[in-house]
RNA sequence: CGGAGUUUAGCGCAGUUGGUAGCGCGCUACGUUCGGGACGUAGAGGUCGGGCGUUCGAGUCGCCUAACUCCGACCA
């Protein structure tokens, strides 16, 4: 069995510190010399592109075509719709020159206070302005809709304080943005894109989520209705790993986007819009990882195998490279990514704690015994389980293992949620449960002002009403009133 | 933005009453090794976060400033 490393501080010590440990160490992401701003090393970005292209392929599947708009939203823009821009305006970085000159004490360049902009320009934090001011150029009939579009880009909020990937001042995300003729079929489109959103967390991060909508505290400014996927970390705190609005006639009545229906009627277009952003790396790291390292799921793993040689000449290695280049063919051909690492700098043993760190799903080690006996040991990230097979169908055996790990690792965080998920009934109940951390579910009276208590007293808020589930309806913990139904009361990130 | 802590070689750290900077890892070369983070020998690597001050003399004392980490506040 492996052994824990030396220089990653464990989940039990401190689960923050091992956080931001392992993103470093693993080598996904480190903090730039730029404030709240971080640096995606290759590693994690490759991560990040397996997500990009996963999701984009299901976008594309859904009706939804690429399109890219500008980095820059005009003042003015922001604060056409009220609730929007109250919701962003804290957290904006501004544009105010467009020129730099040479300091006139000769050290370096200031800013040109001739070259001051006649209206500033916000760095975007969410697109919906710029391109509802767009939308109203393209459309004019029923025959224009539905604009079903998305794009992938930066967008700036600069948030007070940062942790990797989890809350950055820039961080890279995608947003679908879509127009349509009707209430319903905007709706529908919401209700779509947060099951996209479901899939794709169940099914390529290994991450049960919950679906649901926010209460009107947590919804984003400027929608009608937010839905969103709420996950749950190892340490029993909730992370928003995406969402979906309903944005209702709010961004066309603010950019004043009308339409002619089929009886000749001008109307307001319906809209929504969706996201999610590098977060989800945040969601990846934490809902799998353990003590030696990443655990990632063989669907989003930048290399799912990686082959280590054990040799003591330059002649065993030869003969041992021949045979992993017959495995290393047999698993592409099944498309399965192999890494073989040759490299003659390290030692196996520092490779092996090297792939774990790294979370590669499966490690084949062969040496000279396994010359011998035609076999080749193989270890599971998940488990850390080792196991020596022959070389014969050993690539479909691979197969098999990575989606076993994908299987598994999905099941060992449903168990987990599962194990801290619990209906709560009292507010005494509850104040001792949830310093225990998990999904509390309970009754709510469904005000704003029994949530904000709550929160104040508590540290807890709705992370959702879900949309599946128990319905029954009960009485709130807190006031003893009416309560439609339970909702997921958690810590959060 | 408030409170606390940190900042010295690529990384992690030590540095005494103020006297001119060191250890481990890593890196380079060579050799021995190689089935769970090997070892030996020889090397390279520093305007001590930045600025100002006190002093004959500052990594060390004082003030200012920046960044990072943690705890709050804020946050879709």
Redesign the pocket.
């Known amino acids: 069995m492996?052994?824990e490393?030396?220089?990653l501080t464990t989940r039990e010590e401190n689960y923050?510190?091992w956080y931001?440990d392992l993103v470093v160490k693993a080598d996904l992401a480190e903090?730039s010399a730029v404030?709240?701003c971080m640096v995606i090393k290759p590693y994690g970005y490759a991560i990040w592109e397996k997500m990009q292209r996963q999701l984009d392929d299901m976008f594309k599947e859904t009706g939804h075509v690429n399109a890219y708009f500008p980095l820059f939203i005009p003042k003015s823009f922001l604060s056409k719709e009220a609730d929007h821009v109250e919701?962003?305006a804290?957290e904006c970085a501004v544009v105010t020159h467009y020129r730099l000159k040479t300091n006139p004490d000769g050290t370096g360049v200031v800013v040109d206070p001739e070259a001051k902009l006649e209206e500033e320009l916000i760095v975007r934090?969410?697109s919906e302005t710029i391109i509802w001011s767009t939308y109203k150029n393209w459309i004019q009939s029923y025959r224009d809709l539905p604009i079903l579009c998305n794009q992938w880009a930066n967008?700036v909020?600069w948030?007070?304080?940062?942790?990797?990937f989890l809350?950055t001042a820039e961080f890279l995300w995608q947003e679908g943005h879509t127009a349509h003729a009707t209430e319903s079929e905007a709706l529908a489109e919401a209700r779509k894109m947060l099951d996209v959103y479901a899939q794709f967390s169940e099914e390529y991060m290994a991450v049960p989520v919950i679906k649901g909508v926010?209460s009107a505290n947590?919804r984003?400014?400027g929608a009608v209705e937010t839905f969103c996927i709420e996950a749950l970390m190892q340490d029993g705190k909730a992370l928003?790993a995406g969402?979906s609005h309903f944005l209702g006639q709010n961004f066309a009545k603010a950019f004043d986007v009308k339409f002619v229906n089929k009886e000749n009627q001008l109307e307001y277009v319906w809209a929504t819009s969706w996201?999610v952003s590098t977060r989800l790396m945040g969601a990846l790291i934490m809902a799998h990882s353990d003590n030696?390292g990443l655990v990632l799921p063989p669907k989003l793993a930048p290399f799912q195998v990686v082959i280590v040689p054990?040799?003591?000449?330059e002649e065993q290695l030869a003969a041992i490279s021949e045979k992993v280049a017959q495995i290393t063919t047999e698993l592409k051909q099944l498309g399965i990514s192999v890494k073989y690492d040759d490299s003659?700098?390290r030692?196996?043993?520092?490779k092996?704690?090297?792939y774990?760190?790294k979370g590669v799903p499966v490690r084949l080690?062969?040496?000279?015994?396994?010359l011998e006996h035609a076999t080749v040991?193989i270890?599971r990230r998940d488990t850390?389980e080792?196991e020596t097979v022959s070389f014969d169908g050993i690539a479909v055996h691979i197969q098999h293992l990575l989606d076993d790990i994908q299987t598994n690792i999905y099941k060992k965080a449903f168990d987990y949620r599962a194990s801290v998920t619990r209906e709560v009934n009292s507010y005494d109940e509850f104040k001792e449960e949830i310093e225990k951390g998990g999904f509390l579910l309970c009754h709510w009276d469904g005000t704003p002002e029994t949530e904000e208590r709550i929160k104040e007293e508590t540290?807890a808020t709705i992370r959702c009403i879900p949309l599946n589930g128990d319905k029954t309806p009960g009485k709130c913990m807190v006031t003893g009133k009416l309560s439609a139904q339970r909702v997921v009361f958690a810590r959060s990130y």
Do not use: C, H
Not at 159 to 164: N, V
């Open positions: 492996a052994k490393l030396k220089e923050s510190q931001n903090n404030r709240g919701g962003f804290k934090p969410t967008v909020r948030e007070m304080r940062t942790r990797l809350r926010k947590e984003f400014a928003q969402t996201g030696n054990i040799y003591k000449s003659d700098n030692k196996p043993g520092w092996f704690a090297e774990e760190l080690a062969m040496g000279a015994r396994d040991e270890m850390l080792k540290k």
